[in-house]
Structure formats: structure tokens, C-alpha cells
């Protein structure tokens, strides 16, 4: 990736990020998924994943997030239940925040990427009735040391506006896929070959149940659904 000028997260930065596992209490399947509200989803707690170094809570609330930033489109639609309910019921009114790279591989508003003060590729939305939200956004791009993925934080609050629970997870791609995107699509194939794959990919370490289900090509974009469970 010395060639890549774009993309400055190093080693050492993937390595910290390695290192700051958070406190997570979410669930999440996709098998079955066809929509932002996949149905009656099982309530199994997944393993904690970390929220990451580059989440900056901007309080965007959009559901159009690019910004103009180039690559191929996706729309994201997630669902959100409890799962502490006996029926996993949805959740209202949960703030759902999600961010990722572009297709140069860089996160807005970190200093340390040249990128301070940009807000592209970030933003909330608030779950409706049935638990849904939905994001326009772009396939992200790679870094090095991890395979291509979008970071979820799920947060609820009182009327007082306390936060109550809080949760952060990723989702991820199948390999398949982001080969065909990468080869395809500018920005992705004016850079290096990706260095990491779903099965090197320390975080994902083989959690299908956060692999997005997505519909579409390579040619018009992708529309990727799950389902995610938080412990209120």
C-alpha cells in the first residue's frame, strides 16, 4: 500500500483500534432479511466488537450521507428489535448512528487523515415504529489491516435526553462482492489491491450473522439489509 498516498491509516493505527474493544451488548441476524424489517428475528447474543478510534458524534441527523464523496451506491436499511423481549419487538425511536470510509479508505473529521472538519459519510437516523432506518450512502473503500465493513452505534435515550443503553457493532460484506465493486468502480480500482479479507480480518472473525444481504450490481449499487437486537 506504499503506492497509496490516499490512505493513511498505518499499522499502528489499525493496531490500537484492535486493541479498544468496547462494551457491547448487541444481537443481530440476517438469514431470512428482505427488508429494513426482516420479520421475527432469534435473539442471539453475538460477541462484543469495538466501536473503533473515528467515531465523532457530529449529531447529523440525514439519511443522505455521502456527500458527494465517489463511489458505487448503497442503500442501507436496517432493523432494530429488543432483545430482551420475549417476542424480539422492534424498537422506536433509537438513534442510529453509522460511518465508514470512503472509496479512498479515509474517515471524515480525523485530523491524522488530512480529513478534519469534513463531515462526508456520517450521520444518525431515528428508528421509526417498526424499528426501521434507512441510509443513502456509498460501498466503502479499504484500509489497511481490515476487510471492508460499516461501523453501527444504537443508543437510546430518556425524556430527558440521558442516554439509556448503548451499543456499537460492524457490518460486513461478502468477499465476492467487494472483489466485483473494487474492480469495477472508480475510486476503488485506481488503488492497490485490498491487503485483508473477511477471513484475515481480526474484528469480523467469521460473525455471518453481521454480513449485510444486499441486492443489486455493480453497475447501479447495492441495497444491504440486517437486522441488529440491542439490550435495553
Known amino acids: ?44 447474543l453475538t460477541p462484543q466488537l469495538t466501536e473503533g478510534p473515528f467515531f465523532v458524534d457530529e449529531k ?10 465517489a463511489g458505487l451506491p448503497l442503500r442501507l436499511n436496517i432493523y432494530v428489535y429488543d432483545a430482551n423481549s420475549s417476542a424480539c419487538g422492534a424498537v422506536p425511536g433509537a438513534q442510529i448512528d453509522i460511518w465508514h470510509t470512503n472509496g479512498k479508505g ?4 480525523v485530523p491524522g487523515l488530512g480529513s478534519a472538519e469534513q463531515t462526508f459519510l456520517r450521520g444518525y437516523q431515528i428508528t421509526d415504529k417498526n424499528g426501521n432506518v ?22 437510546t435515550f430518556n425524556a ?16 465476492r462482492i467487494t472483489d466485483a465493486v473494487y474492480a469495477s468502480n472508480l475510486p476503488y480500482n485506481s488503488r492497490p489491491a485490498r491487503d485483508t479479507r473477511n477471513s484475515q480480518d481480526g474484528i469480523y472473525g467469521g460473525r455471518t450473522g453481521l454480513l449485510l444481504k444486499l441486492t443489486g450490481d455493480t453497475r447501479s449499487g447495492y441495497v444491504g439489509a440486517i437486522t441488529i437486537g440491542i439490550s435495553l
Open 60 to 69: 447529523l441527523n440525514r439519511a443522505e450521507i455521502s456527500d458527494g464523496q
Open 134 to 155: 434507512s441510509f443513502t450512502t456509498i460501498y466503502p473503500g479499504w484500509y489497511y489491516g481490515r476487510t471492508s465493513h460499516i461501523h453501527v452505534k444504537a443508543r
Open 1 to 44: 500500500m506504499a503506492n497509496d498516498k490516499t490512505s493513511q491509516i498505518t499499522r499502528r493505527t489499525v493496531l490500537g483500534m484492535l486493541g479498544s474493544i468496547g462494551v457491547v451488548s448487541i444481537v443481530g441476524r440476517l438469514e431470512g432479511a428482505s427488508g429494513a424489517n426482516a420479520g421475527s428475528p432469534n435473539c442471539v
Open 106 to 109: 479515509i474517515y471524515s473529521d
Open 160 to 175: 430527558a435526553g440521558n442516554e439509556t443503553s448503548e451499543a456499537s457493532t460492524q457490518l460486513f460484506f461478502e468477499d
